[in-house]
Antibody, heavy 123, light 111 residues
Framework: QVQLQESGPGLVKPSETLSLTCDVSGYFINRGYFWAWIRQTPGKGLEWIGSMYHSGSTYSNPSLRSRLTISIDTSKNQISLRLISVTAADTAVYYC????????????????WGQGTLVAVSS | QSLLTQPPSVSGAPGQRVTISCTGSSSNIGAGFEVHWYQQLPGTAPKLLISGNTNRPSGVPDRFSASKSGTSASLAISGLQAEDEADYYCQSYDNESGSNVFGTGTKVTVL
């Protein structure tokens, strides 16, 4: 059974870079599936950030695309998120999830989730 | 603002049946993209409840069912139990925004 665990700093200063990693166990990332980042805030609810396949194909939320980098390290069975120039609006609980592709590769369902990690953007 | 609209809250007594609507548009549900449902218990991550409009993953009780019609979808919980008290979210893909989108969320309260 796949398990996902997010980790990273809980506090980031405005204008700096938010960096998170997600360790995946119980499933080899390079066997398939997309791997996603999703965040949740009280105000905006759940927001899909982006998804990446082990081959490098990446899809992302157009509203975040210019600030976003998602990467995969198959040797560590790990996915990473990097979001630059953060503001208070980026304060959220960040989840990594396994993304099962649908009719379109980008469309699909998130069938396994990590427990989430809270990131606050504040000086 | 979310492209998928849900009622903020629904409630019911134990044993009753409740339904949660998810209203979209011609660029998401109405375009034929699948609807998925998630249950989020207090203090935990969302959990996949229904995938591909109507399919229950292994381990999800058959008290949970879902349907889709036109630009909307709905989730039904029959035989409501105290453990069903949670937030529920629908999710689909929107080809106008080019993004996976989640519903606004519905809090289910068991009276």
């Amino acid at each position: 059974q796949v398990q996902l665990q997010e980790s990273g700093p809980g506090l980031v200063k405005p204008s700096e870079t938010l960096s998170l990693t997600c360790d995946v166990s119980g499933y080899f990332i390079n066997r398939g599936y997309f791997w996603a980042w999703i965040r949740q805030t009280p105000g905006k609810g759940l927001e899909w950030i982006g998804s990446m396949y082990h081959s490098g194909s990446t899809y992302s939320n157009p509203s975040l695309r210019s600030r976003l980098t998602i990467s995969i390290d198959t040797s560590k069975n790990q996915i990473s998120l990097r979001l630059i120039s953060v503001t208070a609006a980026d304060t959220a609980v960040y989840y990594c999830a396994r993304h099962r592709a649908g009719r379109l590769a980008v469309a699909g369902t998130f069938d396994s989730w990590g427990q989430g990690t809270l990131v606050a953007v504040s000086s | 603002q979310s492209l998928l609209t849900q009622p903020p809250s629904v409630s019911g007594a134990p044993g009753q049946r409740v339904t949660i609507s998810c209203t979209g548009s011609s660029s998401n549900i109405g375009a034929g993209f699948e609807v998925h449902w998630y249950q989020q218990l207090p203090g935990t991550a969302p959990k996949l409840l229904i995938s591909g409009n109507t399919n229950r993953p292994s381990g999800v009780p058959d008290r949970f069912s879902a349907s889709k019609s036109g630009t909307s979808a709905s989730l039904a919980i029959s035989g409501l139990q105290a453990e069903d008290e949670a937030d529920y979210y629908c999710q689909s893909y929107d080809n106008e925004s080019g993004s996976n989108v989640f519903g606004t969320g519905t809090k289910v309260t068991v009276l």
